[in-house]
């Protein structure tokens, strides 16, 4: 009887020793080995088109430098993953990921900093690309290796039908929508279109990620620079009031967002604009091989956004090459990123018709038009080029873009919501994200 | 576990079924010998499974509750601030609202539904059979696959499938999942829809104990069809009823996937449940800390739903 109360007992103990184990000291310094294989995690599907374009962009650099790589395709739960490793002090040497996780990635320190003495390309960066890896402080922890802007998709066919300009004010914008629902575009003498597709479900913030292209070009703000690394919300500024007001009414008052809209999520919104529901989308270029299969090419174009009560600033993203703490072949790490923004690094991550993993180049020397002669890609680096805008690298982003996309969904669910109240509610909450991030302008 | 199992073990004279066979010579020498871990030994692989994949992540998932979670810098005691992010993040109280209210519609809507299905397809025939398996598929359909099909019959326009049916008797377009009034009880529809098929099944089993002699004797009686259920079936199938309940309240209580790929708590929170709040919280936030916290809360939220309705049941049956 004792003895088997004491086996249980042990049993409890042992599993509390192993879990206690996990949390030891921090981050080591490795010991240094320059041969030993670099292992890179990047987020996109095993098995995809994004794992292969990264295995290309792996096999020039390995024949170019002689280091070794291991690439390992992560999609569902990255950054969960991610912790599983830093609890075990053993991080892949490189991540590619999307820019936004930075701050993130930075305040658990999981990141080394990057001496750009020792990455020569780096003086050929983009400074809007060069900037999206510096965190609050200014120092450098990633370098982009692609970049995209938003542009807006239009049905070339339904506009010549209906006879319409490409819009070129938020007035014109908002008149082709309106036609593209009610003037029945596609001539099958029903009223089932709409003019603009929008995926505002509260997942993953995408409401607050579409959301920012009309935000910014309004002059308003999620939350905005208050000086010395501190922000504060902006979202009852009267240019964000004004943003926030206009969208709504294309969805609220001339009804030309897709029905379903706040319960969308970019797939289905991306099959009504494949499917001839809707018109009108503003997204990035990752989309365009997708669009000319389904689609074709033929029966859409690619425009610049329209300009808007301030500009036309559209929303920048991207991929980063993130160097892993506590990597045992810094001058790897070093080399890799080296590459993966250099002329030639980014000409074979663009190379392909589908699983390239360079979108748009971040390298000044690399014109686009002579990697990609269409036309389309060219609207889209221009956009970036002169209109782009990263969200900013505050260390998480994440709860400002859910707690905005909660209030943009909340807004275009229910047209009856008083928006003021709304959004003055938003910027309460947004202040309590800032304090707990300890960013908060006093 | 360990009491149960441990008390015939250590006292090898009290349960002889225990003892492994051919023991009876060397009784004495077991206990010297310290055969007391012969069943130990036979419990070892799932107790080692157990331990592994069940009490260690439970325990490490409560040390973790109290902590600020960084893996790579080393986790930080935080005491219960974790639980103070959880309690008081905007819209928790809501979110527990609309969970015990989804719990509570699904879970009737489920027994009831699911006791009229068994009731109807009660019996022998070969038919039967098949009928019962063809009402049985809404349990078997990943819920990803049940959670898009139901996106496109609630489509919010005139011709989206369920709302050209409403408008044949009359009523206009619903915004179902889309419209902040409808979107809880579309999405209850959708749960009972899924789980009635499988209340089913159990009442089916129920049904079977139901002694055939009650209903006769209650038909001489001159009962009619619908006293024969209220007063012989419904208390036969008593027992059934309260493990359903636990089931389905437990389930109830842990609802994610189907909200999470309908409405994901949209539009305007009118769906946010206790685990799609945990989800934003603790996992898209990366604050695995908070997630755990979240996580231990509804964890003794079913306990304590279950201890008081196995309470009530004892009593009861007293």
């Known amino acids: ?442 | 576990m360990s009491l149960d199992q441990a008390d015939p073990a250590a006292l090898p004279a009290a349960g002889p079924a225990t003892r492994p066979a051919g023991a009876d010579g060397s009784r004495k020498r077991g206990r010297r010998s310290g055969r007391w871990w012969t069943p130990w030994l036979f419990l070892a692989p799932a107790l080692l499974l157990f331990l592994y994949f069940k009490f260690i992540p439970m325990v490490s998932a409560l040390t973790m509750s109290f902590q600020d979670v960084q893996p790579y810098l080393g986790n930080k005691w935080v005491g219960t601030e974790n639980y103070a992010t959880v309690l008081q993040s905007l819209g928790f109280r809501e979110a527990a609202w609309h969970t015990v209210v989804l719990a509570a519609g699904q879970t009737a809507g489920s027994m009831a539904l699911g006791l009229a299905l068994a009731l109807l397809m009660e019996g022998q025939s070969r038919r039967l059979g098949f009928v019962r398996s063809a009402a049985f598929l809404p349990v078997v359909v990943p819920i990803a696959v049940v959670a898009e099909l139901w996106r496109i019959m609630y489509h919010p326009t005139e011709d989206g499938m369920l709302n050209s049916i409403l408008g044949l008797v009359g009523f206009g377009p619903s915004g179902f999942i889309n419209d902040p009034d409808s979107s809880m009880a579309s999405i209850m529809v959708t749960g009972i829809w899924r789980g009635a098929p499988y209340d089913m099944m159990i009442f089916l089993a129920g049904l079977t104990g139901v002694d055939r002699g009650l209903y006769e004797a209650a038909k001489v009686d001159g009962a009619s069809r619908w006293q024969r259920v209220r007063y012989v079936t419904v208390p036969g199938l008593r027992s059934v009823f309260s493990i359903l309940f636990i089931l389905a309240a437990i389930r109830g209580l842990r609802v994610f996937t189907e909200v999470f790929l309908l409405t994901n708590g949209g539009p305007n929170g009118s769906t946010e449940v206790v685990m799609t709040l945990i989800y934003k919280l603790g996992l898209e936030q990366n604050r695995l800390g908070v997630g755990a916290a979240g996580a231990v809360l509804l964890f003794v939220a079913t306990l304590i739903l279950t201890v008081v309705v196995q309470l009530l049941r004892r009593r009861e049956s007293k």
């Open chain 1, 1 to 442: 009887m004792q003895r088997s109360r004491w086996i249980g007992a042990g049993c409890l103990a042992s599993a509390l020793v192993l879990t206690s184990c996990t949390s030891g000291p921090a981050g080591v310094d490795a010991k240094q080995d320059p041969k030993a294989t670099l292992e890179l995690w990047t987020r996109t599907k095993p098995g995809g088109p994004g794992e292969q374009g990264t295995l290309k962009l792996t096999q020039a650099f390995e024949k170019a430098t002689g280091h070794k790589v291991k690439v390992t395709a992560i999609f569902d739960d990255f950054e969960t993953k991610l912790q599983q490793r830093a609890a075990q002090k053993k991080l892949p040497d490189l991540v590619m990921n999307d820019v936004t996780q930075l701050g993130a990635m930075n305040s658990q320190g999981l990141l080394r900093e990057i001496d750009l003495g020792r990455i020569k390309n780096s003086k050929d960066l983009i400074d809007r690309g060069l900037e999206s890896g510096k965190s609050l402080d200014g120092k450098q922890y990633a370098l982009p290796y692609s970049a995209q802007a938003s542009a807006l998709l239009i049905r070339k066919d339904w506009r010549a039908k209906l006879k319409l300009d490409t819009p070129k004010t938020w007035d014109d914008f908002a008149a082709m929508a309106k036609a593209f629902t009610t003037q029945d575009p596609d001539g099958d003498g029903k009223q089932n279109t709409s003019g603009l597709a929008a995926p505002l479900s509260t997942k993953r913030g995408y409401a607050s990620w579409y959301f920012s292209n009309f935000l910014w070009a309004a002059g308003g703000d999620f939350i905005t620079e208050a000086g010395k690394g501190t922000y504060k919300p902006a979202m009852t500024s009267k240019e964000s009031v004004e943003a926030m007001q206009w969208f709504r009414d294309l969805g609220c008052k001339d009804k030309s967002v897709q029905p379903g809209s706040v319960t969308m999520d970019t797939p289905p919104t991306n099959e009504t604009f494949e499917a001839g529901k809707t018109g009108m989308f503003v997204v990035g270029p990752y989309l365009l091989p997708r669009f000319d299969e389904s689609l074709g090419k033929d029966k859409y174009e690619v425009v610049p956004m329209p300009k808007g009560p301030k500009d036309a600033t559209v929303l920048a993203e991207g991929g980063s090459v993130y160097l892993m703490a506590g990597s045992e072949n810094r001058a790897g790490q070093d080399a890799f990123v080296d590459f993966a923004i250099s002329a030639e690094g980014q000409k074979v991550g663009m190379a392909g018709d589908t699983g390239f993993v360079v979108q748009l180049p971040v390298n000044k020397t690399v014109d686009i038009t002579q990697v990609r002669p269409d036309p389309r890609w060219q609207t889209y680096a221009e956009a970036y080029r002169t209109s782009g805008r990263y969200a900013p690298s505050i260390p998480n982003w994440t709860p400002v873009r859910q707690a905005t996309a909660d209030t943009v969904n909340a807004l275009m669910a229910d047209c009856g919501l008083d928006l003021r109240t709304k959004l003055t509610e938003l910027d309460k909450q947004l202040a309590g994200i800032l304090k707990e991030q300890g960013i908060a302008a006093s």
